[in-house]
């Protein structure tokens, strides 16, 4: 049995299964990467919900792991050196669980850098762009009577769309025929613009159909279903 009790989060999140890789997270863009990662690995974990509405990512318990106060943030008792490894950032937990198991990461240095770069052309770009559309276009920002804000992350997200369009033209994935943690970063964003945001004509969506393509076949596979509800809300 771990023992997990050096980990101060773990006095808010108690651990029913210490020995399993410990998920602080909640269904949001970010959060469902890993969930979805873990899911489709097959990786034994045990899900915490971190409440917005408790303001919980901003408790002592929680910064102890994250600093940063964002989910999702992991905790695997089995780390590579044998002992605990916490870790936060999403794009890094990524590329740490692909190495972990040897899943959903190209095995050659060459495709590996590649699927790196389209990760961070998630973590720099449709992550960023994407959630500040969304913040102008349906939170506080929608009642700005001064629509350049919002334009220009519409007309930024856009063009990330027609990258991510070309990159898919005559794919099944960002890497190829492989589905790999690039997938697994990009489209759960792609799917909050146009579901939760609402931004889907505002961006011109129909205009991008590999990207639409491959957004629904992401969204009918089995682990990414699931993924998409964990951790379940209260």
């Known amino acids: 049995m771990h023992d997990l009790s050096a980990f101060p989060i773990t006095r808010k999140w108690p651990p029913t299964q210490p020995d399993r890789l410990q998920l602080y997270s909640l269904p949001t863009p970010n959060g469902v990467k890993v969930s979805i990662m873990l899911e489709e690995t097959g990786l034994p974990y045990e899900p915490h919900l ?12 929680f910064l102890s792991l994250n600093p940063n106060n964002k989910i ?9 050196d044998g002992r605990p490894l916490p870790l936060f950032e999403s794009g890094a937990i990524l590329i740490y669980l692909a190495d ?8 050659d240095a060459t495709g590996r850098y590649e699927c790196i770069q389209w990760l961070m052309f998630q ?8 959630g500040q559309l969304g913040f102008f276009n349906k939170f506080a920002g ?46 759960p964003w792609v799917r909050n613009l146009v579901g939760f945001y609402e931004a889907g ?23 990414v279903i699931r993924g998409l509800g964990i951790p379940a809300r209260d």
């Open 50 to 61: 971190v409440s917005f509405e408790r303001n919980e990512q901003i408790s002592t318990a």
């Open 72 to 80: 999702p943030a992991i905790i695997d008792p089995n780390g590579p």
């Open 100 to 107: 972990k198991t040897g899943q959903l990461m190209p095995e």
């Open 123 to 130: 973590m720099g770009g449709i992550g960023p762009m994407f």
């Open 142 to 187: 929608k009642d700005y009577e001064d629509k350049r804000p919002r334009d220009r992350y519409v007309e930024e997200s856009r063009r990330l769309l027609a990258v991510l369009d070309q990159r898919l033209e005559g794919r099944d994935w960002i890497m190829g025929e492989q589905f790999s943690i690039a997938d697994i970063a990009t489209f």
């Open 201 to 223: 004509e505002l961006v011109q969506f129909e205009r991008f159909a590999n990207v639409k393509r491959v957004l629904e076949a992401f969204l009918a596979r089995p682990a």
